[in-house]
């Protein structure tokens, strides 16, 4: 299994690509945003665990670009900024993974075999299929009718998991801990505008609305309304 670090610190990256590599791993460590930029493009890695706060562009940044390019590697962002705020931008912007600063290396271990088992199941089922909307879970591409739909990486991991789990009822708090590992102030409207983005993009155009609203209840993805 090869691993693209992104790390400024040496003592920190240091760390990191030693405990991998006596778990036997391979790493390629990165020391600015540009080069880690070069190397993911252009290299093949199994993950890639990327600090936000480096030389050259930002992690944030970096993550966008990499998604944008259709590179689909699992992003861990692995940094010292733990707001909120700073873990929603992080997975908005296409990262798997969060892991604050300071870390347990056993922590982060089970992290990285926890993406591997998930990247084996999305091999096993690639597409998921609901009435004419698919997901391909190999590309992140979703189309419906053949009509190719572009979505954030949020709005792609919310409507997966109502795909995989048509006719479920999930409700604020279940999403937020589904898709980023936690949950927030159940009065945010943070998931709310996703839905609403979301429907626009797979719903504005047909005559049959694939994603509901139970009053009280949440949302979920059903063909029947």
Not at 23 to 41: C, H, P, Q, R
Not at 113 to 134: I, S
Not at 159 to 176: C, H, P, Q, S, T
Not at 195 to 200: A, Y
């Amino acid at each position: 299994m090869k691993i693209l670090l992104i790390e400024d610190d040496p003592k920190i990256s240091s760390f990191i690509k030693i405990g991998l590599e006596s778990n036997e791993y391979t790493v390629d460590v990165a020391y600015d945003g540009i080069i880690g930029e070069k190397l993911a493009s252009s290299r093949k890695y199994d993950v890639i665990i990327l600090d936000i706060v480096i030389p050259g562009i930002s992690g944030f940044d970096l993550c966008k670009n990499i998604r944008i390019k259709n590179i689909v590697t699992p992003i861990i962002m692995l940094t010292s900024l733990d707001s909120i705020d700073d873990k929603l931008q992080g997975f908005n912007c296409g990262a798997d993974d969060y892991l604050v600063k300071p870390f347990s290396f056993q922590e982060l271990l089970a992290r990285i075999k926890a993406l591997k088992r998930r990247t084996k199941e999305e091999m096993v089922r690639p597409v998921l299929k609901v009435a004419g909307l698919e997901i391909d879970s190999l590309s992140r591409k979703v189309r419906r009718d053949g009509k190719e739909i572009n979505l954030t990486a949020t709005e792609y991991k919310i409507l997966e998991l109502l795909m995989e789990n048509k006719g479920k009822v999930f409700d604020r708090i279940m999403i937020a801990e589904k898709i980023w590992g936690f949950s927030f102030n159940t009065g945010t409207n943070t998931i709310d505008v996703h839905i609403n983005s979301l429907r626009k993009k797979i719903d504005k155009d047909y005559d049959k609305k694939l994603i509901h609203t139970r009053k009280g209840f949440g949302y979920l993805l059903s063909e029947e309304a």
